[in-house]
């Protein structure tokens, strides 16, 4: 079974209308053989803040070292992001393997006439995966109430109620006080209720579960009218500490704590204070991994500032309470005019949400592409009748807010709200990725059609078209259709997924020359109906190095490789144009801006597994650091912590003992420094030493960090890891090594630049041999070009590893091997390469650059 045939299984199942009880997804299970037995569950259930709770308790689980799987819903841009173990979504063939082991007796109910329905087998799919991933904790967002939501199927170790409105009446019933009944039937056996809740709410819970733990904030009580009440667990929350961040303290009588949380605002604080009081019912977890793991819970789409010159927020509120929060957190940020994006769905109270919004300078209102949408024109009246000043409307979502930032000043502020939806599809301005395929031979044209899920008789079809230039995207069906219309026209092919929903992205795959594609992008440009495929015209045209308005010369034509036609992979040094207004950072003193760098390794440390010992003196290390210069380096990696199999962590100050000294010796060298680091205490203390550039293979795990690279306006190296120290047979299952790396690291990138940083200052490395098996290792060299599509410098660091063991190398004897794939990586487009032996590599970077183009590349002896 193909993906998008699974994925349309299961969508067809939301023609089914929910039902309460948990009686079908308990037979699904059954049917299963109850998979789900032998894991601990945590059900969170509320009016709003369920989600952002969840994902709060999830990461400060996952911090304290448990295996942790999240359920939430709905999801932004794939159906995956709803079933997540460790922070990974569901891969693709574990969603065909659900469905093919359900699809029978589904088929059969459904004959019956009782059908689970789509939530119903989402949540099943859900306990399925969390089970066979053998995960020690997982958490589940409730759908509706709790008494009958399909999440009740399980037994909880723990429970929360974050909050309490008025909201499906009409299953759960017509007051506050029944709808707060219906949701406290989370209550676990063995331990007391948390909630939020106050008031009479509070009192119908407590008539339910009993034992309940109350949280809250002092003012939020207050406000309540509750005399006397003050909450078991009191919150406060301390207002931005930045632009994107905010401080809480919670006080629970016997502990307490103090940090920060990147959701903003009071009931974000609230939310953080649930989460936490659950998290030590659980395990008493500490407050060193409290307050990292709160501060590590990024919730895409609720109250995300993407960028600040204009101030860009996107929210998903898509009620009058979620809208009132919303309107609260942006009065705290200072702005000249705010210019709203706003859809909606049909069934929501769109005149109070928008009552509950600030009075908007400009309004562009706007439809995701659902059936459920709300007409553009009506939303338009309705912010008419409100008062707005000016107020247009725009068929798609990408359009509306294009139409936002061109009228926004960097003062203003680009508000884009009412839906999740509408957020999900806004925020693929700056998440989607246009990857390049290198396309050799048929059988790399079959791998890139397959791999977007094609039917396997347009394969056959297609894959001798598609020996030119090709590029994967992923796009709305609206203008998947329109980019396929077009490219047929001017001769090209396109190749789309099977998956037909609106709700969901289309994968696919361009295939024509260098001129039709030329054609695609002027074409897409210039509709009179855009359909928010402006953006997808800009991303290819820096994705193919197309300049605008002029012809395609060869030099600049050489993304992608196909056929017996001579590439050259261009420099993508200095980051590919993204839809930000911030001025861009001057990449120009980079190395790796025109050509292929050499990253040379200096490792101060007694364990590394290829050098360890041999350079921990200060004195060797410098002598080290200066023959690398006389070899060529461009930059210096100093390493002061081991991440081999099996290696101790060093402290803070063992590791700055041993690297800063060696910084301040070599800063007057000429080549680049940078910091091989973890930590970001000892990242600031090593750019304060004069390195330029952090070296972070966790990936950002430290939540300082992104901030200590923009504070010092520093070069930042990302790596993808699963784990840093590397932990030994670790199995990680990947649909697609490359697009899974690429898929992880854009969200990485994402929280790097709404920190203050470029794209030309980010540099992404996939990782080679961090939760990766040999022949994936091998696979990320081989289409290490496919990475460009990031818009960011690439760097591979593969010196000396336990891959090319596969070729019979064993340690010690991987020098020829290393300097092979150097020139591989270089050949292929990466911009660093990160190596031992710096003499042999600069020969192996100035050979495969010189073979591209012997006159331009031409060193002295």
Known sequence: MEYHEAADFLFDLRRFRPKPGTESTTRLLAHLEDPHEGVDFVQIAGSNGKGSTARLLEQTLREAGYSVGLYTSPHLEDLRERIRVDGRKIPRAAVCEYVEEGHEYITERAADGESPTFFETMTAMALWHFGREDV??????????GKYDATSVVDPVASAVTSVTLEHTGILGDTVEEIARDKAHVAPDDAPLVTGVTGSPLEAIRDVAGDVVTVGTDSAVDADGSDG?????????????????????????????????????????????????????????????????LRNAHWPGRFEVIDTEPLTVLDGAHNPGACERLAETLGTYEYDDLHVVFGAMHDKDHRAMVAALPTPDTVVTTEPTLDRAEDRDVLAEVFTDAGAETVRTEAAVQDALATALEAAGADDCVLVTGSLFAVA????????????????????ARDALEGANVAPGDVERLDGDAVHRVVRTALRDRQATVLKEELLRLGGECALSGLDRDDEAVDAVLMGTLTQFEGLVDALENRSRPDGLADVARELRDTLALEAGAGVDSDAAATTEGGDEPTQPPSRAAGRSRPSSRSATDASEYPWTD??????????????????????????????????????????????????????????????????????????????????????AVADAALEAGADIINDVSGLEDPEMRFVAAEHDAGLVVMHSIDAPVVPDRDIEYDDVVADVIDQLSERILLAEKAGLERSQIIVDPGIGFGKSTAENFELLDRIDEFQALGCPVLFGHSHKSMFGQIGREAGERLEATVAATALATDRGADIVRVHDVRENVAAVRTALAARDPARFEWES
């Open 595 to 680: 050509r292929t760098a050499v990253m040379g390794i200096l490792n101060v440390t007694p364990d590394s597994f290829h050098d360890g010992g041999e350079y921990d003196a200060l004195e060797d290390a410098v002598d080290r650091a200066e023959a690398m210069v006389d070899a060529s380096v461009d930059v210096i990696d100093i390493g002061g912590e081991s991440t081999r199999p099996g290696s101790d962590p060093v402290s803070v100050e063992e590791e700055l003992d041993r690297v800063v000294p060696v910084i301040e010796r070599i800063a007057d060298l000429d080549a680049l420094l940078s910091i091989d680091t973890r930590r970001a």
């Open 229 to 293: 009440f003050r909450p078991d667990v009191r919150v406060a929350y301390g207002g931005r500490t930045n632009h994107t961040e905010a401080t809480v303290s919670i006080d629970a009588g016997d502990w307490d704590l103090e940090t920060r949380i990147p959701l903003l605002g009071e009931h974000q604080a609230v939310n953080a204070g649930i989460a936490a009081t659950l998290a030590r019912q659980i395990d008493n977890v500490s407050d060193t991994d409290l307050a990292r793991g």
């Open 425 to 444: 599809e806004a925020r693929s301005r700056w998440t989607r990725t246009d990857v390049p395929k290198r396309v050799r031979d048929i059988a790399d």
């Open 136 to 145: 020690d904790i997982a958490v589940l967002e409730v759908g509706i109430g």
